[in-house]
């Protein structure tokens, strides 16, 4: 039973670039969030996908974007790289009609220089 | 808006012995799930245990059982028989049940517990 996959683990970006993050879900889940946690914090939510859409969103501005792909898979994309989007990007699966919980990947380190 | 906080920033207990995190988190809604999730330095996050607002029942999951005091709204993990694979960074975090297909977690600042040998 594979779990959350992300890629890839580190990432180096110059301020202005664009990034894309990708996540597959753990099997047999059909909603993808994605989270941002700084150092030394909690993660923050950024938004969530189910059936190809964007269903919820956290605190995060335009240029951070996402998509959702058939398979359930999931991209986030940040455009205009700032220093202050270095953290850890974390994204998480669940079952729309199943338990509560959601199950982590191992995240994605992104250092903005 | 529903916020969620862990007041002690690290702890510390020896090996074999019982440690207990708090949490505290506040919120107007009456239904709702609290979580405690472990971040072990490989950074993946584990789910440690569940809790619904709506069972009076502490859970438990083998050494971890929480403290649940809803009119408190206090959530206290304790770990018994403490282990060094227990070293991690622990969250606390809340979900509504309310807010379309998947509520969205809201985490504490997390606790750095060590385990002395």
């Known amino acids: 039973d594979a779990g959350v996959t992300q890629s890839p683990t580190h990432l180096i970006k110059t301020r202005g670039q664009q990034v894309t993050l990708r996540c597959s879900p753990k099997s047999g889940h059909d909603t993808v969030s994605w989270y941002q946690q700084a150092l030394g914090q909690g993660p923050q939510f950024i938004f969530q996908?189910?059936?190809?859409?964007?269903?919820q969103r956290g605190n995060f501005p335009d240029r951070f974007s996402g998509h959702q792909f058939p398979n359930y898979s999931s991209e986030l994309n940040v455009n205009a790289l700032l220093l202050g989007d270095s953290a850890l990007y974390l994204c998480?699966?669940?079952?729309?009609?199943?338990?509560?919980?959601?199950?982590f990947g191992p995240g994605t380190r992104l250092t903005v220089t | 808006a529903q916020t969620v906080t862990q007041s002690q920033p690290e702890m510390s207990v020896q090996e074999a012995e019982t440690v207990t995190l708090s949490c505290t988190y506040d919120?107007?809604?009456?239904?709702?799930?609290l979580f405690w999730y472990k971040q072990p330095p490989s950074r993946q996050m584990i789910l440690v245990i569940r809790?619904?607002?709506?069972?009076?029942q502490n859970a438990t999951e083998n050494r971890f059982s929480v403290n649940f005091q809803k009119a408190a709204k206090s959530f206290s993990l304790k770990i018994s028989d403490s282990q060094l694979g227990d070293a991690a960074m622990y969250f606390c975090?809340?979900?509504?049940?309310?807010?379309?297909?998947?509520?969205?977690?809201?985490f504490g600042k997390g606790t750095k517990l060590s385990v002395k040998p």
């Open positions: 998480a699966s669940s079952l729309v009609l199943g338990l509560p919980e959601q199950y």
């Open positions: 809790q619904e607002a709506y069972k009076q």
């Open positions: 919120t107007s809604e009456s239904d709702y799930y």
């Open positions: 996908y189910y059936e190809e859409e964007e269903r």
């Open positions: 975090a809340y979900r509504s049940v309310r807010g379309g297909s998947q509520g969205n977690l809201i």
